[in-house]
């Protein structure tokens, strides 16, 4: 089983920031793609951002908000999230996985944590 190590989550006014992080084993964080999800209360999970080399992709609702970025030296992905609003509030998730042409699969999943943006 691999553990992933996520911190960063809060409460923030909304317009404030937080940054997330996302610490992997050495062995998993050198050959894997990562990415970021988050699940609402009452809503479907959804993919937020993904980062495979120098390759990055956003949801449309956080692009020019959000920022995914990796640490090698650190085995830790980040995501930095500026401009934050009440409906960015969710449990983030960060995970390990694959991403082609068809797409990302999560293999690995962290315990989620969790993010409000209220006033």
């Known amino acids: 089983q691999v553990q992933l190590a996520e911190s960063g989550g809060g409460l923030v006014q909304p317009g404030g920031s937080l940054r997330l992080s996302c610490a992997a084993p050495?062995?998993?964080?050198?050959?894997?793609?990562m990415a970021w999800y988050r699940q609402a209360p009452g809503k479907q999970r959804e993919l937020v951002a993904l980062?495979?080399?120098?390759?990055?992709k956003y949801l449309d609702d956080v692009k020019g908000r959000f920022t995914i970025s990796r640490d090698n030296a650190k085995n830790t992905v980040y995501l930095q999230m500026n401009s934050l609003k009440p409906e960015d509030t969710a449990v983030y998730y960060c995970?390990?996985?694959?991403?082609?042409?068809?797409?990302?699969?999560?293999?690995?999943w962290g315990q989620g944590t969790q993010v409000t943006a209220s006033s």
């Open positions: 995970t390990v996985g694959r991403y082609s042409g068809g797409g990302y699969y999560a293999q690995y």
């Open positions: 050495a062995s998993i964080f050198s050959i894997y793609d």
């Open positions: 980062i495979r080399g120098s390759i990055t």
